[in-house]
């Protein structure tokens, strides 16, 4: 008498045909209805291969328009295998694709498409980000006026930073709104910021003293060292006029004093 397969070893059965045509599945614990077990298992197959494509291209509409149909097909076909989504929500199932880009052959004539991938990556990040409520230009002008000593900023959880060697801001416009016209891209890289706004995600370049300011702010440091961070790059920075951008975008969402014991704590490891 045989004995029954248990479940999870069933399901871990079915789950490795899924992703490899070579396996046969648990054909012989299928009934069958009218349509054999092997040709229900390769029904199922490629329903999850159309269902992991389309959620690929849907978060890389840009990389997907610069390879080409055909290409992307295989590209997500071989991410589907080498990173198997681990849960039924495939809104994170594109994390790493932009590493298995880059790692394919045939790729070396496109050096900036990792980048362009962890661009709409960071564009996803923001999509899914929470929602908190961003101080009005008021509120922030009155906390801080009653601040005494340092602070730091919070920032809008949607807000994402990107640096790039490339132009990817411009390659990422020309893809998914493309012209007649040819596209000349500029030399130098990107340094991007990327948010939430009104339901869709908004990006900007910016020069490399706000983007240290910026980043600086995002990782938790004080006003005081991030102006320093920014004033690195540019002795002229003008940190209020920075600031006010980022109010007037709503990404400043609170203004935290730093106690008089964590201010000396910093000083102390500065030494």
Do not use: K
């Not at 012989?28 to 229900?40: C, F, K, S, T």
């Not at 959880?157 to 990817?168: E, G, H, K, L």
């Amino acid at each position: 008498m045989r004995t029954a397969p248990a479940l999870l070893d069933l399901q871990r059965c079915f789950l490795d045909a899924l992703y490899d045509a070579e396996e046969t599945g648990p054909t012989e614990q299928l009934v069958d209805v009218g349509i054999e077990p092997a040709a229900r298992l390769r029904i199922y197959r490629h329903n999850s291969e159309l269902i992991h494509l389309e959620a690929l291209r849907t978060t890389f509409p840009a990389v997907a328009a610069l390879v080409g149909e055909a290409f992307f097909e295989h590209a997500a076909a071989h991410y589907r295998c080498m990173q198997p989504s681990r849960s039924g929500n495939l809104q994170a199932f594109g994390e790493h694709f932009p590493e298995c880009l880059e790692r394919l052959p045939n790729v070396q004539q496109f050096p900036y498409l990792g980048d362009v991938a962890r661009l709409e990556w960071r564009r996803q990040v923001a999509v899914l980000a929470s929602e908190t409520r961003a101080l009005t230009r008021a509120e922030f002008e009155s906390r801080l006026a009653a601040l005494e000593g340092a602070a730091r900023m919070a920032l809008h959880p949607s807000m994402q930073r990107f640096v790039s060697a490339y132009p990817v801001l411009a390659l990422w416009q020309y893809a998914t709104q493309p012209t007649a016209e040819r596209l000349t891209l500029p030399e130098s890289g990107d340094r991007v910021v990327l948010w939430r706004s009104e339901g869709e995600v908004a990006m900007a370049a910016i020069d490399s003293a706000s983007f240290a300011c910026i980043d600086a702010l995002a990782r938790g440091d004080t006003l005081d060292a991030a102006h320093a961070a920014a004033s690195a790059q540019d002795p002229s920075f003008d940190l209020p006029a920075c600031i006010t951008s980022l109010v007037a975008a709503s990404l400043v969402t609170e203004i935290i004093p730093v106690q008089p014991e964590e201010s000396s704590s910093c000083a102390c490891s500065d030494i």
